[in-house]
């Protein structure tokens, strides 16, 4: 890991034609990166962590990824 990888990670994650995520905040952590962000469902959080296993093998990463709820709500919200 050099003092780029941060940067590297980041533009795999816009520029692969699959992924083209922009959300997510990659930090150095030790000896690893941190991925940080928001996304609609589990298996894109699974994509992007792969693409970055894959592209850049021997660096650990913790995966910090939340998955938002993008489905509607399925009752009514009650307003006081």
Known sequence: ???YT???VQRALAEDLGIAEQ????VRAGA???LCGEVESPHRRDEIV?????????????????????A???E?????
């Open 1 to 3: 890991m050099n003092d």
């Open 32 to 34: 690893g990166l941190v």
């Open 72 to 74: 509607a709500p399925t």
């Open 6 to 8: 941060e940067a590297e």
């Open 76 to 80: 009514a919200e009650e307003l006081a």
């Open 23 to 26: 959300g997510i905040s990659v």
């Open 50 to 70: 792969r693409l970055v296993h894959e592209r850049f093998p021997g660096i650990e990463i913790t995966a910090d990824i939340g998955v938002t709820r993008a």
